[in-house]
């Protein structure tokens, strides 16, 4: 059974930096497309970044030149580098995966970023 588990959300000031992790099990990692969603309270999940599997990756306007996405096949893991993090980017981040059969989501890692 694939599972996917976010990790490294937290409180960070204006400003500051944080970096997701979503770690996958039960699964050789071998997913079409990998995203990275958020979703702020009362609003609807929105798509961060996209990593594909032959390495093209894809930012939505609000994370473009801050957010970083990348992969570490060895280690089964999609990581978020957010840099000068802004109070609008407070939200729940959650990892997708596809597969080309069905997709994939974590449970979210929370990210509150304090003005």
């Known amino acids: 059974q694939v599972q996917l588990v976010e990790s490294g959300g937290g409180s960070v000031q204006a400003g500051g930096s944080l970096t997701l992790s979503c770690t996958v099990s039960?699964?050789?990692?071998?997913?079409?497309?990998m995203r990275w969603y958020r979703q702020a309270p009362g609003k609807q999940r929105d798509l961060v970044a996209t990593?594909?599997?032959?390495?093209?990756?894809k930012y939505e306007g609000p994370a473009e030149g801050r957010f970083t996405i990348s992969r570490d096949d060895a280690k089964n893991t999609l990581y978020l580098q957010m840099n000068s993090l802004k109070p609008e980017d407070t939200a729940v981040y959650y990892c997708?995966?596809?597969?080309?059969?069905?997709?994939?989501w974590g449970q979210g890692t929370q990210v509150t970023v304090s003005s």
């Open positions: 997708y995966a596809y597969d080309a059969v069905q997709t994939y």
């Open positions: 990593i594909s599997r032959g390495g093209g990756i």
């Open positions: 039960g699964n050789t990692f071998n997913f079409n497309v």
